[in-house]
């Protein structure tokens, strides 16, 4: 599954925020060409070790990856013609084009990932997301669960997504369809923001519960 993600609205993964908001992220991944753009200031290459702040965004390239890790280890990894940012001081995540994986460890009160149409609540969640501009949005869940809705005219559409379950939206989408079930163990071999050769293993919590989506999966 070389793509894992599709569609496109302003979407929005969402959650209870704690006390513990993003304060910054630390660049610990680049392959080929990734920038920072900060306001008022011309793009320059992103090195190992470059601290992502507010009003910041991380923009990659063709056939380029990168990771990035909040204060709270918070991991995200973002492929190839992705743009990213977050609102220092919030848990607002902004992928603006391109795909995602997040990774919130347990009890660290989630995150939200805005693209231009959707919601959804997570916590301790590991997800993965494509956004195409203007097109479409890709929601999986590897492992936890995640609330996604649409606002529309001041009511809100909503569905969960357990683990193993994806959703699909087209960009003018007024509402979200049933999740349907993907395999695991697949996008795990296959998936290039899931690859430990390329980043390392996730953590060992996030690892545990996958193997125990795919060991359910398999059953």
Same mark, same amino acid.
């Given at each position: ?90 848990? /607002? ?5 391109? $795909?995602?994986? @997040?990774?919130? !460890?347990?009890?660290? #009160?989630?995150?939200?990932? *805005? ?67 993907? /395999? ?5 071999? $296959?998936?290039? @923001?899931?690859? !430990?050769?390329?980043? #390392?293993?996730?953590?060992? *919590? ?14």
């Amino acid at each position: 599954m070389k793509h894992i993600l599709r569609a496109s609205l302003p979407l929005v993964l969402a959650s209870s925020l704690p006390a513990d908001t993003l304060q910054s992220a630390k660049v610990t991944k680049v392959v080929n060409e990734v920038r920072i753009h900060k306001s008022a200031k011309a793009a320059k290459p992103a090195t190992i070790g470059d601290v992502i702040e507010g009003k910041t965004r991380l923009q990659t390239g063709r056939r380029s990856r990168s990771e990035l890790r909040f204060q709270d280890n918070t991991i995200t990894r973002l492929g190839a013609n992705s743009i990213f940012s977050f609102d220092q001081g919030t848990r /607002d995540l902004r992928l603006e084009k391109g $795909t995602l994986l @997040l990774q919130v !460890p347990k009890n660290n #009160g989630g995150a939200r990932i *805005r693209t231009a149409t959707v919601t959804a609540a997570i916590t301790g969640t590991t997800v993965m997301m494509e956004y195409n501009t203007k097109q479409w949005v890709k929601i999986i869940v590897l492992e936890g669960s995640l609330k996604a809705w649409i606002e529309q005219e001041g009511q809100r559409v909503q569905k969960t997504l357990r683990p193993g379950q994806m959703v699909v939206l087209r960009a003018d989408s007024r509402r979200i369809p049933e999740p349907v079930n993907v /395999d695991v163990q697949t996008i795990m071999k $296959t998936a290039a @923001l899931a690859s !430990p050769e390329t980043f #390392g293993p996730l953590p060992d *919590r996030a690892l545990n519960e996958i193997g125990r989506t795919i060991t359910q999966q398999d059953n």
